[in-house]
């Protein structure tokens, strides 16, 4: 995408110069100017008041190298057990793949990991790559990197989807810059748009502040990763089936600079909030961390997980891994109780997936109600005992 100013419609009002984030136009003899420093975010165009800048769209499909085809979702797993957000990305990419009328298919690398197709296909995927080599077994970076990387050359697809976990944001920026195309991290959105057939990804911007939808015009495969939660886990239907294509690389000892010494377990002291069904939160709204007990003691009458926004764990109250919201974890369980948390964007964008929200908050504007489905409006210090003796009178 370019930005260009008419200048016979450029008005010289300076309204674009003071909206651009990154100081990227000027005005020069009474016109607005783009310089080398614009990142074609857009935002100039909405505040010109006479309509005098233009965005060229998206480069149309043309653009594209129209040999690749095909939505592939790295399928990560660990111990031989498929990590729950690839399956989720196997569902969404199921609804890209029938929207471009092609086919989907998810990728397995390991060692001995051959059952683990039947789960993929279950899920919705027609075709499963299968790469196994004992230098696979665990993941490692360079292994890893190699092997997707030849299968992406060999294959060519157009869409590649992976889980914005620690394993896919190490893999997909390694593999997009070996197959020189671009990657959007952390998505929230997905979908195809209807003019280009691109995949238009969605991700928060700006500190959470506006929502931009990127393209990737130019380059195939179209990259991205999605966080855990942000789509739905099929139901699977053991049924289905699909044809397994069996792949081998040329891989050595030497190529894998890394060795894995041990795997340290710390379930002990590990939250697993993505995985929790039910979530009871507590923010600023507590007042000190021992407000954190009654969190502790609904989160037990429920059998929930203790989550906290942003400024309850900036104030010490809880450690990191209970944050939730765009740079904690984002979940989606059966039920969120969101209590003392005002509904802040980046807290949204962390739990708004929730099957259901319950919010206690004092304050009847508080934007939390605006996602809640169930809101009461009290202090939590009267409300959360009341809800708690219900709970335990009920067993
Ligand atoms: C780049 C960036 C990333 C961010 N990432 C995150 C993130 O991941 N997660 C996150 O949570 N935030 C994040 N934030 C911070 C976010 O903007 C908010 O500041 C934060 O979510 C506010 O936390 P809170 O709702 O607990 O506190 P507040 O906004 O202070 O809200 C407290 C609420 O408690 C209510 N209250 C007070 N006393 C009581 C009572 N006795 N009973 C009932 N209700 C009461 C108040 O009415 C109020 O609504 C981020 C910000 C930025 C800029």
Same mark, same amino acid.
């Given at each position: 995408m370019?930005?260009?100013i008419?200048?016979?419609d450029c008005v010289g009002?300076?309204?674009?110069?003071?909206?651009? &984030?990154?100081?990227?136009?000027?005005?020069?003899?009474g016109?607005?100017?783009?310089t080398?420093?614009?990142?074609?975010?857009?935002?100039?165009?909405?505040?010109?008041?006479?309509?005098?800048?233009?965005?060229?769209a998206p480069?149309a499909?043309?653009?594209?190298?129209?040999?690749a085809?095909?939505?592939?979702?790295?399928?990560e797993?660990?111990?031989?057990?498929?990590?729950?957000?690839?399956l989720?990305?196997?569902?969404?990419?199921?609804?890209l793949?029938?929207?471009?009328?092609?086919?989907?298919?998810?990728?397995?690398?390991?060692?001995?990991?051959?059952g683990?197709?039947?789960e993929?296909f279950?899920c919705?995927?027609d075709?499963?790559?299968?790469v196994?080599?004992?230098?696979?077994?665990?993941?490692?970076?360079?292994?890893y990197?190699?092997?997707?990387?030849q299968?992406?050359?060999?294959y060519?697809?157009?869409?590649?989807?992976l889980g914005?976990?620690?394993d896919?944001?190490d893999l997909g920026p390694?593999?997009?810059?070996?197959?020189?195309?671009?990657?959007?991290a952390?998505?929230?959105?997905?979908?195809?748009?209807?003019?280009?057939r691109?995949v238009?990804?969605?991700?928060?911007?700006?500190?959470?502040?506006?929502?931009?939808?990127?393209?990737? %015009?130019?380059?195939?495969?179209?990259m991205?990763t999605?966080?855990?939660?942000?789509?739905?886990k &099929?139901? &699977?239907d053991?049924?289905?089936s699909?044809?397994?294509?069996?792949e081998s690389?040329?891989?050595?000892?030497?190529?894998?600079?890394?060795?894995?010494?041990?795997?340290i377990?710390?379930?002990?002291?590990?939250?697993n909030?993505?995985?929790?069904e039910?979530?009871?939160?507590?923010?600023?709204?507590?007042?000190?961390?021992?407000?954190f007990k009654?969190?502790?003691?609904?989160?037990e009458?429920?059998?929930?997980?203790?989550?906290a926004?942003?400024?309850?764990?900036?104030?010490?109250?809880?450690p990191?891994?209970?944050?939730?919201?765009q740079?904690?974890?984002?979940?989606g369980?059966?039920?969120?109780f969101?209590?003392?948390?005002?509904?802040?964007?980046?807290?949204?964008?962390?739990?708004q997936?929730?099957?259901?929200?319950?919010?206690i908050?004092k304050? %009847?504007?508080?934007p939390?109600?605006?996602?809640?489905?169930?809101?009461?409006?009290?202090?939590?210090?009267?409300?959360? %005992?009341?809800?708690?003796?219900?709970?335990?009178?009920?067993?």
């Amino acid at each position: 995408m370019a930005i260009n100013i008419k200048n016979e419609d450029c008005v010289g009002c300076g309204a674009c110069v003071s909206t651009c &984030p990154f100081g990227a136009l000027v005005l020069e003899d009474g016109k607005a100017k783009v310089t080398d420093a614009c990142t074609s975010c857009g935002a100039c165009v909405e505040s010109c008041p006479v309509g005098a800048i233009a965005a060229d769209a998206p480069a149309a499909k043309a653009a594209a190298p129209a040999d690749a085809k095909g939505v592939w979702v790295f399928i990560e797993q660990r111990a031989g057990k498929i990590r729950n957000v690839s399956l989720e990305l196997v569902g969404e990419g199921r609804k890209l793949a029938d929207e471009l009328g092609q086919e989907l298919a998810g990728v397995v690398i390991g060692d001995g990991v051959a059952g683990l197709a039947k789960e993929v296909f279950a899920c919705g995927a027609d075709k499963v790559y299968l790469v196994e080599d004992a230098l696979l077994k665990d993941y490692n970076t360079d292994g890893y990197a190699k092997a997707f990387t030849q299968l992406i050359e060999k294959y060519r697809p157009a869409v590649i989807l992976l889980g914005a976990t620690n394993d896919g944001r190490d893999l997909g920026p390694r593999v997009a810059a070996r197959v020189k195309t671009g990657l959007t991290a952390d998505c929230t959105g997905l979908s195809i748009d209807p003019e280009t057939r691109l995949v238009a990804w969605t991700r928060p911007a700006f500190g959470g502040n506006i929502m931009a939808t990127i393209f990737c %015009p130019d380059r195939r495969p179209q990259m991205g990763t999605v966080r855990p939660k942000v789509f739905k886990k &099929p139901q &699977p239907d053991y049924a289905k089936s699909g044809e397994l294509v069996k792949e081998s690389v040329a891989l050595a000892a030497a190529d894998i600079r890394t060795q894995l010494e041990d795997i340290i377990h710390v379930t002990a002291t590990a939250v697993n909030l993505e995985d929790a069904e039910i979530i009871v939160s507590g923010g600023r709204g507590l007042g000190n961390p021992e407000g954190f007990k009654l969190i502790q003691e609904l989160a037990e009458a429920l059998g929930g997980t203790v989550g906290a926004s942003r400024a309850a764990v900036d104030a010490g109250w809880k450690p990191y891994p209970h944050q939730v919201g765009q740079t904690g974890k984002t979940v989606g369980p059966k039920i969120y109780f969101a209590c003392g948390i005002s509904g802040a964007i980046q807290h949204l964008a962390g739990m708004q997936t929730s099957d259901m929200i319950v919010a206690i908050n004092k304050d %009847p504007d508080a934007p939390i109600f605006k996602v809640a489905h169930y809101g009461i409006v009290g202090d939590l210090y009267e409300v959360i %005992p009341a809800i708690v003796a219900k709970l335990k009178e009920a067993k």
